[in-house]
């Protein structure tokens, strides 16, 4: 019985030390319509693979974070990108909200894109 109240309380104590991770939890917001939610907007901590889109809500969660500085990257198309320098601690929610504006396009661009598009269909 002592061996197993050992094994039981050993158990408890590597899994206690197991989650100390802290977490970013956020909403990526439209700028142009009264920050209304931008839903399946794609978030990435930069310099690694992970990526989330957003819900309909427009939530997203990185969980199992260990602590330290990260940089996450908020895009949707048509809007501009957005980089934020985000600081995660040990077992606490780093909460954020974003507003991302719609990006702009001047005709010059817009002409280059177009002939671009041709040359392609030739």
């Given at each position: 019985?002592?061996?197993?109240?050992?094994?039981?309380?050993?158990l408890?104590?590597?899994?206690?030390?197991?989650?100390?991770?802290?977490?970013?939890?956020?909403?990526?917001?439209?700028?142009e319509?009264?920050?209304?939610?931008?839903v399946?907007?794609?978030?990435s901590?930069?310099?690694?693979?992970?990526?989330?889109?957003?819900?309909?809500?427009?939530?997203?969660?990185?969980?199992?974070?260990?602590?330290?500085?990260?940089?996450?990257?908020?895009?949707?198309a048509?809007?501009?990108?957005?980089?934020?320098?985000?600081?995660?601690?040990d077992?606490?929610?780093?909460?954020?909200?974003?507003?991302?504006?719609?990006?702009?396009?001047?005709?010059?661009?817009?002409?280059?894109?177009?002939?671009m598009?041709?040359?392609d269909?030739?």
């Amino acid at each position: 019985m002592k061996q197993l109240i050992y094994t039981a309380l050993l158990l408890f104590t590597a899994l206690s030390f197991g989650q100390n991770t802290g977490f970013i939890i956020g909403k990526v917001l439209d700028n142009e319509v009264n920050n209304a939610p931008l839903v399946l907007a794609n978030v990435s901590i930069k310099g690694t693979a992970t990526t989330l889109n957003t819900d309909l809500t427009g939530l997203f969660i990185f969980e199992n974070l260990k602590a330290g500085d990260y940089t996450l990257v908020c895009s949707f198309a048509g809007y501009e990108t957005k980089e934020i320098n985000v600081h995660v601690t040990d077992l606490e929610a780093t909460e954020i909200k974003v507003s991302l504006s719609a990006s702009t396009i001047s005709l010059d661009e817009l002409a280059m894109l177009t002939s671009m598009a041709n040359v392609d269909e030739k």
